[in-house]
Structures are given as C-alpha cells and as structure tokens.
C-alpha cells in the first residue's frame, strides 16, 4: 500500500470516528441513553455539594457524560477487537479519537459529581460520603494508549513503517 493511500486511510478512520462520535453525543444526551439505567428512577438524582448528598429533580449533567462516556468506551473496545481481529488504519485511527473523547468525557463526568476527586497514576480515591473509594482511572488507561496508538499512527503516515 502507498504512502497516499494511507493517508486517505487515515483521514477516513478520523471521519468516521468524528461522525460516530458525534451519534454516541447525541444518544448519551437523549433518551437512547437511558438504555444504560439500571433501574427506572422514582426517587430521582443526586449530587454532591458540600459534603452532603443532594436529592434534585433533574438529570444532572453527570449522568449525561457518564452515559456518553459509556458508549465511547464501548466504540473504543470493539474497535480494537475488530483491529486486533483484523489490523487497520481505519480502525485504529478511529479507536484513537474515541479514546480521546472518551478521556474528555470521562473527567467531565468524575468532576461534576461534586464529591472531592483525588488523582494518583491510573487511580482516582472519590470522597463520598462515608468511605473514600479507590478507582482504576481508565480515563488514564484509555489515554495512555491513545497516545500511544496516535503515535503510531503518525509514524506511519510519515512513512517510517508500512
């Protein structure tokens, strides 16, 4: 393959990933989103605001990044099993922009919880009421190997690998 083609191929995956990413926005902010709840809610939201849990009559802005950071999350699996199934510049130009814009979507979601958030390397400890709970930071994990899957996606359009 030439080194033309694979730049067309990689302009093709970051299409492709812009216009589902942009789907997975629009169904985490509508109702296709609610197909992630577990359970019908009577009793409604909360968030946190000075310590305390606050019951609110509204869908929090949380709940909505959650949900689209959930779907991207997925996009970014399954394009990497498809890739690790059958290897393509497509697929993994495409698994790059969903891991980046699952990490955006991610700290958006952990940061409007309102309940204090403490960074460490590929951890998060959230402070909730009652006992802190330690996390595995996949917005890390999802980044490192954004960077490194971008990496090697610009390596090959330079042409130092074919």
Not at 40 to 49: A, D, E, F, H, S
Not at 144 to 161: Q, V
């Amino acid at each position: 393959m030439g080194h033309d083609a694979v730049k067309i191929r990689i302009r093709r995956g970051l299409v492709l990933g812009v216009i589902i990413t942009t789907v997975l926005f629009i169904m985490g902010l509508t109702h296709v989103g609610e197909a992630f709840a577990l359970e019908y809610r009577v009793y409604g939201y909360v968030i946190y605001k000075s310590g305390e849990v606050v019951h609110v009559g509204y869908v929090p802005l949380y709940i909505y990044m959650w949900r689209v950071s959930s779907l991207l999350f997925l996009a970014w699996l399954l394009s990497y099993i498809a890739y690790v199934i059958k290897p393509s510049v497509v697929l993994d130009t495409s698994g790059a922009v969903y891991g980046a814009f699952y990490v955006v979507t991610h700290y958006v979601y952990l940061f409007t919880i309102g309940a204090p958030v403490i960074l460490y390397p590929f951890m998060y400890i959230l402070v909730t009421v009652g006992k802190p709970l330690l996390y595995l930071d996949w917005g890390q994990v999802i980044g490192a190997i954004t960077i490194w899957r971008i990496y090697t996606i610009m390596t090959i359009s330079r042409g130092y690998r074919s």
